[in-house]
């Protein structure tokens, strides 16, 4: 995970920076490991058969811990940033949107692009970008190594924001790789 840490470091010291997250939790799991979380529908067959999907309970049990809704006594918003490569969010992403989690493969994601993800009490979920690269000027854009790339997945329990405002970031309070 060493891309995903590095670009966790480089989101927490600019947080930090702008004063945005003075108390943010910065955890580091396992749960968020790249994989192949389920077989592909249609079937789409890897390079090594031996190690095909064995991370889909990993990966599964990852979902289950990082993306929930709030519970409906909650008042307050909550914005958890999680950092990991494409294969965990293309699953989240489907499983969030309650969609048949062999699909994951269908979406491309560009090397640290932007998923966000909303959340509501109510059990809605909204997805305001999947893949966003629109922070990176055309030359730094790269697919080539989409399976093991650092994405970053923008999870928001309880309301929604807006992309690329400021205030987007101010009250995260938990970042994950």
């Known amino acids: 995970m060493t891309r995903a840490r590095e670009t966790a470091d480089i989101i927490l010291k600019e ?9 943010i939790e910065f955890s580091e799991t396992d749960m968020l490991r790249e994989g ?17 999907f064995i991370d889909g309970a990993r990966i599964e049990a ?8 709030a519970h409906y006594s909650e008042r307050e918003e909550q914005h958890d940033i999680i950092v990991c490569h494409a294969n965990v969010i293309r699953y989240f992403v489907c499983r969030a949107l309650q969609n048949p989690p062999e699909g994951w493969l269908r979406m491309g994601l560009a090397n640290g692009s932007i998923t966000e993800v909303t959340l509501e009490p109510t059990g809605e979920v909204y997805i305001a970008c999947i893949g966003d690269k629109g922070h990176m000027t055309s030359d730094m854009v790269t697919f080539l190594l989409v399976f093991y790339s650092s994405q970053i997945f923008l ?21 994950f790789y």
Not at 15 to 23: F, I, N, P, Q, V
Not at 37 to 52: A, C, G, L, M, Q
Request: overall charge positive.
């Open 36 to 52: 192949h979380p389920i077989h592909t529908e249609p079937y789409v067959r890897f390079k090594r058969d031996s190690w095909e």
């Open 15 to 23: 947080l930090r920076k702008a004063e945005l997250c003075k108390d």
């Open 62 to 69: 990852a979902f289950r811990r990082h993306v929930h809704r």
């Open 155 to 175: 999870l928001n329990m309880f309301s929604s924001f807006v992309l690329g405002e400021a205030s987007l970031l101010q009250n995260s309070s938990k970042l």
